[in-house]
């Protein structure tokens, strides 16, 4: 190294309030939005289809819960209801959930927040995002093909002779699958080379924590999925008779080999809510984060347990008494990180000034709903509990409270708070509040009852029950109309905010981390200096000033192609 | 990186890069992470192996007489050759010596060419004695009831590795058309430093599946 080094001057930059010239209007045309290497576009463009995903999937569960409303026969038949639970579960597991977070929320903001340009791989991040629309169609096309019966879990016998379009479905999420690999091999990457001068592992925001975690699980566990679908597949176009009885295969080892991977994909998709949850409650609370480092680290704790957990799926497929041990200690044993940041949630809000804007109201009725799934969770873990349990309503509620009441609420709480800063507009902060509670007793009353359902015996999956459980499943589904017209609500105010919202300030809720630090809309290339980290991403208590502080971008001779 | 570098120097420097050095490091990280997903990949096979191989002994040391030793020894060879030839060509690019580097990303192909002419020999001699994968097995030499389980385990993994080789193929086929071009240099060689970590993975995993497949005593 022959550097000779230049003094730099550190110094404030200001930011520029309401720009003309943003991201989103910096070049123009069709072509510059899908040829675009810019992680907010490719972000925005993310979020546009999983939104129109969860749209899809929710159409197919108000379907479902329409068809439950009596005990026999309503308006679809047998075979029908099989194909659009599937469906269900597959459209919102591979189409919505898995991608919502990191590869909208996550490719908009990880960069911004590292102080970066971009992601490290931009052009592999374009490619992600055209590979996860391909696995889309097929998802399409089996839907128009016969649709597909056996359930999201693919499990086999069945799924080796199922009539229905096995192969094209589980190809399709084959497919998505390297959309998520690439995703989490661009965000640990981005990670590690990307970070801002002065931004040290201990100044990162929570959120980059949790991608970074959850980055790690996409890339350990994904390629066994990828393999297993593949033998699946080769075992109903070959015959190759790893998986199937019939030809001396063993279904059991299918079970492990998709728990491998969909036990850690729970979460995939859970850990980047509950970094979003940490950075709402910090900003709304107005203190520091309580505990940094345990709520960081066991994001870390939670992507490295969760691959030992997978038996707890298969308590009644037979698997020896010994391993049902192990796996119902080690499931127990994941519980104490998630505790753990319960319990720093709950300790930062203690005593802090409480502001409860709309995305504090979501990380409220979060800490809520995810704890009783989380408990719920640790109820199923238990060996005798869970042969009572096993394959009735209480999974099914405690699996959505944790993944809608957990994940997809803290994706809404992410929505509303980052909205004005990727959006450049202020949406109706009363009437969000409103669709917000709607949310929350909409879901409530359609999935309490279903744990009472279950543990009185109601199995899942069930297309007829029994008349005593007519009651309860009105209440669900009269539930699923409620969250219906609350989801509609947020889809018209955002829409309104969209077309002739009130200009967002650069920091609207007065946040610390870098992605306030810069325009709302942010510029094309996010900072127009190189930021410089100097205080932690939660020191409310340090003058804002301090948090602008940077250097001059150095000239660069390159243009961007 | 020098200071006294001219612009044309950085011309390869993307513009969301501070410099070199972070768009070689990360090239790099990007790859090994990626290899790690390979290994992943192939550990879901290895596992269904190690799985059959423990409820079936018998069974694999049987159906192991059925592969050709030499061939699949002649096979390793070539392979390891190849990732010599892979790693000289880096070597070479750094030095600035883009024709040799040229030419030893020629050899790797060609040893990867032998690689997939004896593979295929292998294969069609199986199909002749009605080896097939899966339901298409009607070879009678094995006396097992679960013979062709043993052989879908073995087209699955070395067809995989096969489809690797041909990755690896059209990889090397567009490096060497870079360096024809002069687009690397010892300050710019990333994409045949990572495509060399790739050919390694290829020719480790065949390290591995060799001796579990061919040679079991
Ligand atoms: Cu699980």
């Known amino acids: 190294m022959t550097n000779t080094t230049k003094p730099v001057a550190i110094r404030e930059f200001p930011v520029e309030e309401f720009p003309e010239t943003h991201y989103l209007n910096a070049t123009k045309g069709l072509k510059s939005w899908m040829l675009t290497l810019d992680h907010k576009r490719i972000g925005l463009m993310y979020l546009a289809s999983v939104i129109f995903f969860f749209f899809v999937g929710g159409l197919l569960a108000l379907a479902l819960r329409l068809e439950l409303w009596e005990p026999a026969q309503n308006f679809m038949d047998a075979e029908t209801y099989n194909r659009v639970f599937t469906l269900h579960g597959a459209v919102m597991i591979f189409l919505f959930i898995i991608p919502s977070i990191p590869a909208a929320l996550g490719n908009i903001f990880l960069p911004v927040m590292l102080g970066a340009k971009d992601v490290a791989f931009p052009r592999l991040n374009l490619a992600s995002f055209y590979i996860y629309l391909g696995g889309a169609m097929f998802t399409l096309y089996s839907m128009a093909h016969g649709g597909i019966d056996t359930g999201w879990t693919f499990y086999t016998p069945y799924s080796t002779n199922s009539g229905s379009a096995v192969i094209s479905m589980t190809f399709g999420v084959f497919i998505m699958g390297f959309s998520s690999i690439l995703t989490g091999v661009n965000f640990i990457t981005t990670v590690h080379k990307m970070r801002a001068p002065g931004q040290t592992w201990g100044k990162l925001p929570l959120f980059v924590w949790s991608l970074y975690a959850t980055g790690v699980i996409q890339v350990l566990a994904t390629p066994v999925l990828a393999i297993t679908l593949l033998l699946l597949i080769m075992e109903r176009?070959?015959?190759?008779?790893?998986?199937?009885?019939?030809?001396?295969?063993?279904?059991?080892?299918?079970?492990?080999?998709?728990?491998?991977?969909?036990?850690?994909?729970?979460?995939?998709?859970?850990?980047?809510?509950?970094?979003?949850?940490?950075?709402?409650?910090?900003?709304?609370?107005?203190?520091?984060?309580?505990?940094?480092?345990?709520?960081?680290?066991?994001?870390?704790?939670?992507?490295?347990?969760?691959?030992l957990v997978w038996g707890h799926h298969m308590f009644t497929s037979g698997q020896s008494e010994l391993s049902t041990v192990v796996?119902?200690?080690?499931?127990?044993?994941?519980?104490?990180?998630?505790?753990?940041?319960?319990?720093n949630w709950v300790a930062t809000m203690y005593r802090g000034s409480i502001w409860l804007a709309t995305p504090m109201l979501y990380a409220i009725e979060f800490l809520f709903l995810f704890t009783i799934g989380g408990l719920t969770g640790i109820m199923l873990g238990a060996l005798s509990v869970d042969i009572h349990l096993h394959d009735t309503y209480y999974v099914v509620a405690h699996f959505h409270y944790v993944m809608m009441g957990g994940t997809v609420f803290a994706f809404l709480g992410g929505l509303?708070?980052?909205?004005?800063?990727?959006?450049?507009?202020?949406?109706?902060?009363?009437?969000?509040?409103?669709?917000?509670?709607?949310?929350?007793?909409?879901?409530?009353?359609?999935?309490?009852?279903q744990f009472v359902m279950g543990s009185q015996g109601m199995p899942r999956r069930y297309f007829g029950y029994l008349e005593q459980f007519q009651t309860l499943h009105q209440y669900s589904t009269v539930g699923s109309w409620i969250l219906g017209v609350g989801f509609?609500?947020?889809a018209y105010y955002l829409i309104v905010s969209l077309v002739k919202g009130a200009k967002a300030p650069s920091n609207p809720w007065g946040g610390r981390s870098l992605e306030w630090m810069t325009s709302?809309?942010?510029?094309?290339?996010?900072?127009?200096?190189?930021?410089?980290?100097?205080?932690?991403?939660?020191?409310?208590?340090?003058?804002?000033?301090?948090?602008?502080m940077g250097i001059d971008a150095p000239h660069h001779d390159t243009t961007h192609a | 990186m020098s200071h006294t570098d001219s612009m044309s120097a950085n011309a390869h420097v993307q513009h969301h890069f501070v410099d070199s050095e972070q768009q070689f490091d990360s090239a790099k990280l990007g790859m090994w992470l990626f290899l790690v997903t390979e290994v992943l990949f192939f550990g879901g096979l290895f596992v269904a192996y190690i799985v059959y191989r423990a409820w079936n002994p018998e069974l694999f040391t049987l159906a192991a007489t059925q592969l050709d030793t030499v061939m699949g020894g002649i096979n390793t060879l070539v392979l390891i050759g190849s990732s010599l030839t892979m790693a000289l060509a880096i070597r070479y690019a750094q030095l600035n010596d883009a024709?040799?580097?040229?030419?030893?990303?020629?050899?790797?192909?060609?040893?990867?060419l032998v690689f997939m002419v004896i593979k295929y020999f292998e294969y069609t001699h199986k199909f002749h004695l009605g080896i097939f994968p899966g339901e298409a097995y009607t070879f009678t030499g094995i006396d097992h009831p679960k013979a062709h389980i043993f052989f879908s385990i073995y087209y699955m993994m070395t067809g995989l590795h096969g489809i690797h080789v041909l990755i690896g193929i059209g990889l090397i086929g567009w490096l060497m058309v870079k360096t024809k071009r002069g687009a690397f240099s010892a300050e710019y060689y990333t994409p045949v430093e990572i495509t060399g970590l790739y050919w390694?993975?290829?020719?480790?995993?065949?390290?591995?599946?060799?001796?579990?497949?061919?040679l079991i005593d």
Do not use: C
């Open chain 1, 520 to 548: 709302s809309p942010m510029p094309a290339h996010n900072f127009e200096h190189v930021p410089v980290v100097i205080h932690g991403p939660y020191d409310h208590h340090q003058p804002i000033a301090e948090f602008r």
């Open chain 1, 237 to 307: 176009t070959l015959g190759i008779g790893i998986f199937d009885p019939a030809l001396g295969g063993d279904p059991v080892l299918f079970q492990h080999f998709f728990w491998f991977y969909s036990h850690p994909a729970v979460y995939i998709m859970i850990v980047p809510g509950f970094g979003i949850i940490s950075e709402l409650i910090s900003t709304f609370s107005r203190k520091v984060i309580f505990g940094y480092w345990a709520v960081a680290l066991s994001s870390l704790a939670i992507a490295f347990i969760g691959f």
């Open chain 2, 99 to 112: 024709k040799k580097s040229f030419w030893m990303l020629g050899a790797t192909i060609a040893a990867a």
């Open chain 1, 327 to 343: 796996f119902s200690f080690l499931t127990f044993f994941v519980g104490l990180p998630t505790g753990i940041k319960i319990m």
């Open chain 2, 200 to 214: 390694h993975l290829v020719d480790l995993i065949w390290i591995f599946l060799f001796p579990l497949l061919y």
């Open chain 1, 488 to 490: 509609l609500l947020v």
């Open chain 1, 416 to 449: 509303h708070y980052w909205w004005p800063k990727f959006t450049g507009k202020m949406y109706n902060e009363t009437l969000a509040k409103i669709a917000s509670v709607i949310l929350f007793i909409g879901f409530n009353m359609t999935f309490l009852p």
